[in-house]
């Protein structure tokens, strides 16, 4: 396994949660490793996305309430969200692209190494 997320869960409106993306190292030297989310019914969706140099990519959406970081020392990038709202609910993956075009706008077929899933469910 190549990557893995973790730390989805059930939160209520308004509410935070960290998700957090191990990766082996030869997925950190990815050119770009991002977080997509895909809610019943519908298709997938970049969220963030993070360059090796640290330059940023956020959906509209999302943006002002979640944060892409990484720590590369540990192999991990993170997703911070806060204020999650029930549209936010969705299965959310971490993925990592050669591709150094795709911190510009993730497109899921640009990313090579996907890692399986963790659940978000915003609900009170």
């Known amino acids: 396994v190549q990557l893995q997320a973790c730390g989805g869960g059930l939160v209520q409106p308004g509410g935070s949660l960290r998700l957090s993306c191990a990766a082996s190292?030869?997925?950190?030297?990815?050119?770009?490793v991002g977080w997509f989310r895909q809610a019943p019914g519908k298709g997938r969706q970049g969220v963030a996305a993070i360059s090796s140099d640290g330059r940023i990519w956020s959906a509209d959406s999302v943006k002002g309430r979640f944060t892409i970081s990484r720590d590369n020392a540990k192999n991990e990038v993170y997703l911070q969200m806060s204020n999650l709202k029930p549209e936010d609910a969705a299965v959310y993956s971490c993925?990592?692209?050669?591709?150094?075009?795709?911190?510009?706008?993730?497109?899921?077929?640009?990313?090579?190494?996907w890692g399986q899933g963790t659940q978000v469910t915003v609900s009170s």
């Open positions: 993925a990592a692209s050669y591709y150094d075009g795709s911190i510009f706008y993730p497109n899921p077929g640009e990313f090579s190494h």
């Open positions: 190292r030869s997925i950190m030297s990815a050119k770009v």
